[in-house]
T-cell receptor
């Protein structure tokens, strides 16, 4: 059982470039989340989805976009990368809105 | 967004000692979660709490949901080297539905 799989593990972007962080889960969870983790800080919610076709903003959505076309996949898109987006990004999923989150192993992104 | 105050920020203890850490919020929470994160990996769930006053154990770990619903505590008894890592609390406020907010973490170092 793979759980939550994130790709890539590492990426370096130049300012202004775009990329998509991939997230897939095989647990048939309805809820999926994207968090970012900066050094010495807790995780901040970027976007979340309560099911296919439904997404909503979290605490720090600016500069990001998401889509949820299937239950399994929840990609995060950065259109114009900025140094402030240098961070570790975690995808998570859960069965319901109050269930504990299951996390992937993260994508470490550096924007220079 | 919600502020979760987690303390202490870091701890250096001798192997075999007990550890206590806590999280407080400014508003009432419905759910408290405790996670452990090892370097280069995603957070892993340790304990989930759903009711005020609830006390739950997972091996040498014990967590409690504060009676005021604004705090939670995690205790680790007889620490061992593999307890090293960063511990995060996460909570879901009573009025925000699907969002979990995270504390800034407690970094634990166990000296053999």
């Amino acid at each position: 059982n793979a759980g939550v799989t994130q790709t890539p593990k590492f990426r370096i972007l130049k300012i202004g470039q775009s990329m998509t962080l991939q997230c897939a889960q095989d647990m048939n969870h309805n809820y999926m989340y994207w968090y970012r983790q900066d050094p010495g800080m807790g995780l901040k919610l970027i976007y979340y989805s309560v099911g296919a076709g439904i997404t909503d903003k979290g605490e720090v959505p600016n500069g990001y976009n998401v889509s949820r076309s299937t239950t399994e996949d929840f990609p995060l898109r950065l259109e114009l990368a900025a140094p402030s987006q240098t961070s570790v990004y975690f995808c998570a999923s859960s069965t319901t809105g109050i269930s504990p989150l299951h996390f992937g192993n993260g994508t470490r992104l550096t924007v220079t | 967004g919600q502020q979760l105050n987690q303390s202490p920020q870091s701890m250096f203890i001798q192997e075999g000692e007990d550890v206590s850490m806590n999280c407080t919020s400014s508003s009432i929470f419905n759910t408290w979660l405790w996670y452990k994160q090892d370097p280069g990996e995603g957070p892993v769930l340790l304990i989930a709490l759903y009711k005020a006053g609830e006390l739950t154990s997972n091996g040498r770990l014990t967590a409690q949901f504060g009676i005021t619903r604004k705090d939670s505590f995690l205790n680790i008894s007889a620490s061992i080297p593999s307890d090293v890592g960063i511990y995060f609390c996460a909570g879901q406020p009573a009025n925000t539905g699907n969002q979990f907010y995270f504390g800034t973490g407690t970094s634990l170092t166990v000296i053999p």
